[in-house]
C-alpha cells in the first residue's frame, strides 16, 4: 500500500501541477497548448543547473557528508530555476499570441515542437550526447529523504503515515501540492483570481471595470509557465532519476487532458491526476503490488495482459473523458485574442 | 523600436549559433585512457579512417557503446590515426537505412575500417560490405558473414552471466532480479540472462539454497532509461528482491535510481559499472573495447586481417579461454566469495570442467534450485 502510495504521488503530482499551469493560462483566455513543450525546457534547465552546481564545492562535500538540508536546498533552488526559466520560455507565446494576436493553438505548437528540438540541440553541445545527466551520484542519493536521512535506523517502523508520507519521497512533491493549494486560493479568493478569470470570461467587461486585459493575460501565461517548467523538473527528478532528453513521455498533454478532465477547477484535477497516477502505476508494478500485505500479487495472478495494464491510464482517461466532456465548460473567452475595438 | 529590437534579437542568436558551432581542433595523443581521448578530434584533411557505428542507444551509455568506442579510441590515439563515430538517424528507432546511411557517410569520410557495435546492424553491414569491399568492417555481438571484409566478433555472455549469477547466491543474496532489453530479441542478452540463471543455480545447489527470480524483458526493447522500468525495479525492491542484474545499456540508469532509493543492489553489464554507483557490486563484463582494438590490430595488414578472420566463414567468438569474459577483479567487493574461489572458477570455464549452456533460450524454465518468475 505504502508502495502504491508513494509511487501514485510520483506520477501525479507533476501532472496536477502542470494541469493547474494550463488552468492559470485558460483561466486567463490564453490556451496553452505549449505545456509539453515548456515542461521539457523547464526539466532541462532544472536538469541542467543540477548538473553544474553539483561540481561546486559547498553541494559536493554537502553530498558527502550527508549535510541533507543544503541538498534539499539545492532542489529547492533547481526548481526555482526550471520555474523562471519556464516563464521566460512561455513569454513567447504571451508576445505572439497577446501582442501579435496570433493563433494560441499554432504558437502553443510551434513551442511544443521547437523545445524537444532546441533541448536536444543545447544537450549535444554541452555533453556530446542525447541525455543529460547528473554529474555524479543518482536523484535518490542526493535529493531523496529517506529514513535515514533523519537518522533513524533502517529497520525502524515509524508507522504507516510515517512509512509513506517521510520515507523514500521527495520535498519537490510537497512543495507542489503546497504550491498548488495556494495558487488554488488565490485563483479562487482573491481579486487578482478574480479578475484573471474575468479576463477568461468576458474580456470586454473587465476592461470596462479598469482592468487591464493585456497584463492579466500575461500574468495568467507566466505563472502558467513557471509551472509547467517546475512540475517539468519535478517529473525529471522524481520519476526520471534527474535527467533530460526532451522528452517528458507526454506528460504536458496528459496535463492538458487532465485540466479539462478536471473541468478547470483544481479540486477536480487534483483528483483526476491522482486517478491517472494510480493507473499508470498499477501499469508499471502490477506484478509486485501487493495490495493488503498478505504476499499474494493479485493483479499479476489475474493473468491479465501486461500490455492492457499499460493501456489502462489512457482507456480509463477516455471514458471519463466521454462521461464528463458534456458538463465540462471551458473559460468562454479562451483562444479568441483580445482586441479593444471589438465588442 | 521593435524592429532594432527584433534584429538584435536575431542577431543574438545567431551569433550563439557560431559560438556553439566551433569546435577545438585536436590532435589524437597517445593514451592509456579511454577518458582522457576527446570523441571527436578534427583530422586536418577532414578524412576519418576509423570509423565506429554506435548501437541504439547513445554513444555515452557507461556500457555497450561506450566501451567498445573507448576501444577504437585508445587504438586510434595510439597508432596515431584519425577517428569518427556515427550516431545512425532516428535515435532509438533507427531504421536499417539510417544505419546503411551512416556507414556510406563514414566510408564517405575516408574510413578504411568501419566498427558496428550491435547485432541490429547486421542487415545495413552486409548491405554495405557488399558495396565497399575494399573496407574492413569489424562487427562487435555479430557473426560472420562469408565476406573476405567482414570480421563478426561475438561474445560468450553467458559465461560472464554465469559468473555473476553464481557470485550474487554466494554472496547471500537469495532473491534475485533481471531486467533485459532487447525485448528477448538480442542473442548477446539472452545470452546473459540465461547464464545468470544457471550461474544462480548452481551456487544454489553447492550453498544449499533456494533462490527466487523475477525475469523481465519489459521496459528494455529500446535500451533506454524510463519511468516505467524505474517504478517496476522499484517494486521488485520493495517485495525483497535483494540484486538486479541490469543486462542493457541505459536501462541500468533506472534500475540503479531504483536500487539508490530502495537500498537494494545492482549488478552491471558489458563493462565494470561500479564507479557509476555505490549499488553496483559486480559487473558481467565482456571486452568489448579489447576486441576492437585487437580486430582494428589485425585490420592494419592483409596479413594479419586473413589471419584474423580466416575465410570468414566463422565467426570469432571470444570467451572465458580468451580472457575476454568475465567479472571486475580490482573494483572487486564481494566478501562471500573471493577474487580467489573466482579465478578457480574462470579456469574451470576455461578448462571445460564446468559448462554453460549458451544456447538462445529467452525465457529460461525454473530449475532444481531457482524458481522463475517470468515478468511479462
Given at each position: 500500500m505504502t508502495f502504491l502510495i508513494q509511487q501514485t504521488l510520483l506520477y501525479a503530482v507533476p501532472l496536477m501541477i502542470v494541469a493547474l499551469a494550463g488552468?492559470?493560462?485558460?483561466?486567463?483566455?490564453?490556451?496553452?497548448?505549449?505545456?509539453?513543450?515548456?515542461?521539457?525546457?523547464?526539466?532541462?534547465?532544472?536538469?541542467?543547473?543540477?548538473?553544474?552546481?553539483?561540481?561546486?564545492?559547498?553541494?559536493?562535500?554537502?553530498?558527502?557528508?550527508?549535510?541533507?538540508?543544503?541538498?534539499q536546498g539545492l532542489e529547492l533552488l533547481a526548481m526555482l530555476v526550471a520555474a523562471a526559466l519556464g516563464a521566460v520560455f512561455s513569454l513567447l507565446l504571451s508576445f505572439a499570441s497577446i501582442n501579435l494576436r496570433a493563433d494560441q493553438t499554432i504558437g502553443g505548437t510551434a513551442l511544443n515542437l521547437m523545445a524537444?528540438?532546441?533541448?536536444?540541440?543545447?544537450?549535444?553541445?554541452?555533453?556530446?550526447?542525447?541525455?543529460?545527466?547528473?554529474?555524479?551520484?543518482?536523484?535518490?542519493?542526493?535529493?531523496?529523504?529517506?529514513?535515514?536521512?533523519?537518522?533513524?535506523?533502517?529497520?525502524?517502523n515509524?508507522?504507516?503515515?510515517?512509512?509513506?508520507?517521510?520515507?523514500?519521497?521527495?520535498?519537490?512533491?510537497?512543495?507542489?501540492?503546497?504550491?498548488?493549494?495556494?495558487?488554488?486560493?488565490?485563483?479562487?479568493?482573491?481579486?487578482?483570481?478574480l479578475r484573471l478569470?474575468?479576463?477568461?470570461?468576458?474580456?470586454?467587461?473587465?476592461?470596462?471595470?479598469?482592468?487591464?486585459?493585456?497584463?492579466?493575460?500575461?500574468?495568467?501565461?507566466?505563472?502558467?509557465?513557471?509551472?509547467?517548467?517546475?512540475?517539468?523538473?519535478?517529473?525529471?527528478?522524481?520519476?526520471?532519476?534527474?535527467?533530460?532528453?526532451?522528452?517528458?513521455?507526454?506528460?504536458?498533454?496528459?496535463?492538458?487532458?487532465?485540466?479539462?478532465?478536471?473541468?478547470?477547477?483544481?479540486?477536480?484535477?487534483?483528483?483526476?491526476?491522482?486517478?491517472?497516477?494510480?493507473?499508470k502505476c498499477i501499469a508499471a508494478a502490477y506484478s509486485s503490488i501487493d495490495l493488503n500485505g498478505d504476499g499474494v500479487f493479485l493483479l499479476a495472478e489475474l493473468g491479465i495482459s501486461s500490455h492492457l495494464y499499460r493501456m489502462l491510464p489512457y482507456l480509463v482517461t477516455l471514458a471519463v473523458l466521454a462521461f464528463t466532456s458534456k458538463k465540462s465548460r471551458a473559460p468562454k473567452a479562451e483562444g479568441i485574442p483580445y482586441d479593444k475595438g471589438s465588442r | 523600436?521593435?524592429?532594432?529590437?527584433?534584429?538584435?534579437?536575431?542577431?543574438?542568436?545567431?551569433?550563439?549559433?557560431?559560438?556553439?558551432?566551433?569546435?577545438?581542433?585536436?590532435?589524437?595523443?597517445?593514451?592509456?585512457?579511454?577518458?582522457?581521448?576527446?570523441?571527436?578530434?578534427?583530422?586536418?584533411?577532414?578524412?576519418?579512417?576509423?570509423?565506429?557505428?554506435?548501437?541504439v542507444g547513445q554513444l555515452k551509455d557507461k556500457s555497450f557503446n561506450q566501451g567498445t568506442y573507448d576501444g577504437v579510441k585508445l587504438y586510434?590515439?595510439?597508432?596515431?590515426?584519425?577517428?569518427?563515430?556515427?550516431?545512425?538517424?532516428?535515435?532509438d528507432q533507427s531504421t536499417d537505412d539510417d544505419r546503411y546511411d551512416a556507414m556510406k557517410l563514414a566510408v564517405d569520410n575516408g574510413a578504411k575500417v568501419v566498427v558496428c557495435a550491435g547485432f541490429m546492424q547486421g542487415t545495413a553491414l552486409e548491405k554495405a560490405a557488399k558495396e565497399f569491399t575494399d573496407v574492413k568492417f569489424i562487427f562487435i555481438d555479430g557473426w560472420a558473414m562469408g565476406m573476405p571484409n567482414v570480421a563478426g566478433v561475438c561474445f560468450q555472455e553467458e559465461q560472464c552471466g554465469y559468473l555473476a549469477g553464481y557470485a550474487a547466491v554466494m554472496e547471500?543474496?537469495?532473491?534475485?532480479?533481471?531486467?533485459?532489453?532487447?525485448?528477448?530479441?538480442?542473442?548477446?542478452?539472452?545470452?546473459?540472462?540465461?547464464?545468470?540463471?544457471?550461474?544462480?543455480?548452481?551456487?544454489?545447489?553447492?550453498?544449499?539454497?533456494?533462490?527466487?527470480?523475477?525475469?523481465?524483458w519489459l521496459y528494455g526493447s529500446s535500451f533506454q532509461a524510463s519511468n516505467e522500468l524505474q517504478t517496476m525495479a522499484a517494486g521488485w525492491y520493495q517485495n525483497g528482491t535483494e540484486v538486479i542484474f541490469a543486462c542493457g545499456g541505459s536501462m541500468f540508469q533506472s534500475i540503479a535510481a531504483a536500487a539508490s532509493?530502495?537500498?537494494?543492489?545492482?549488478?552491471?553489464?558489458?563493462?565494470?559499472?561500479?564507479?557509476?554507483?555505490?549499488t553496483v557490486i559486480t559487473s558481467a563484463m565482456k571486452g568489448i573495447g579489447e576486441a576492437a582494438q585487437q580486430a582494428l590490430k589485425a585490420a592494419e595488414t592483409e596479413d594479419s586481417w586473413k589471419t584474423f578472420i580466416g575465410d570468414g566463414n566463422a565467426s570469432i567468438v571470444l570467451g572465458a579461454a580468451q580472457n575476454a569474459v568475465g567479472l571486475p577483479t580490482a573494483t572487486w567487493s564481494l566478501t562471500g566469495w573471493t577474487v580467489d574461489q573466482y579465478n578457480t572458477m574462470l579456469s574451470d570455464i576455461v578448462a571445460g570442467k564446468v559448462t554453460v549452456d549458451g544456447s538462445d533460450v529467452p525465457e529460461p524454465a525454473s530449475t532444481a534450485n531457482v524458481t522463475m518468475n517470468i515478468v511479462k
Open positions: 488552468v492559470f493560462a485558460e483561466r486567463s483566455g490564453i490556451i496553452n497548448l505549449a505545456l509539453e513543450g515548456i515542461m521539457i525546457f523547464g526539466a532541462f534547465v532544472g536538469v541542467l543547473f543540477v548538473h553544474t552546481m553539483q561540481s561546486v564545492p559547498l553541494f559536493l562535500n554537502a553530498a558527502r557528508s550527508g549535510n541533507w538540508l543544503t541538498l524537444p528540438a532546441l533541448v536536444l540541440f543545447l544537450i549535444r553541445i554541452l555533453v556530446n550526447q542525447n541525455t543529460l545527466m547528473m554529474k555524479t551520484g543518482d536523484a535518490a542519493s542526493w535529493f531523496m529523504l529517506k529514513k535515514s536521512t533523519f537518522g533513524i535506523d533502517k529497520s525502524t515509524i508507522g504507516f503515515l510515517g512509512e509513506t508520507f517521510l520515507n523514500k519521497v521527495y520535498l519537490a512533491t510537497y512543495i507542489c501540492i503546497l504550491v498548488f493549494v495556494v495558487l488554488s486560493i488565490v485563483l479562487y479568493k482573491t481579486r487578482f483570481g478569470r474575468a479576463c477568461g470570461e468576458n474580456p470586454q467587461a473587465a476592461d470596462s471595470l479598469g482592468i487591464n486585459v493585456y497584463k492579466m493575460r500575461y500574468a495568467g501565461t507566466t505563472i502558467s509557465g513557471a509551472l509547467a517548467g517546475m512540475g517539468g523538473f519535478v517529473y525529471a527528478l522524481t520519476t526520471a532519476n534527474c535527467t533530460a532528453n526532451g522528452d517528458v513521455a507526454g506528460f504536458g498533454f496528459l496535463a492538458l487532458a487532465v485540466m479539462i478532465f478536471g473541468n478547470w477547477k483544481p479540486l477536480n484535477i487534483a483528483g483526476a491526476s491522482l486517478l491517472f497516477g494510480l493507473f | 523600436m521593435k524592429k532594432i529590437l527584433a534584429l538584435l534579437l536575431v542577431l543574438a542568436m545567431a551569433l550563439s549559433l557560431v559560438a556553439c558551432g566551433s569546435s577545438k581542433k585536436e590532435e589524437p595523443a597517445a593514451a592509456d585512457s579511454a577518458d582522457a581521448i576527446a570523441d571527436e578530434m578534427t583530422s586536418s584533411d577532414g578524412k576519418y579512417e576509423v570509423a565506429f557505428i554506435t548501437d586510434a590515439a595510439n597508432a596515431g590515426k584519425s577517428y569518427k563515430y556515427y550516431q545512425p538517424a532516428g535515435g547471500g543474496y537469495t532473491k534475485l532480479g533481471f531486467c533485459g532489453g532487447g525485448g528477448g530479441t538480442n542473442a548477446a542478452c539472452d545470452r546473459y540472462g540465461y547464464g545468470f540463471v544457471q550461474g544462480a543455480d548452481a551456487a544454489a545447489a553447492a550453498k544449499g539454497v533456494k533462490v527466487e527470480m523475477n525475469y523481465s532509493a530502495e537500498d537494494g543492489k545492482v549488478i552491471g553489464v558489458d563493462v565494470d559499472q561500479s564507479f557509476e554507483s555505490p
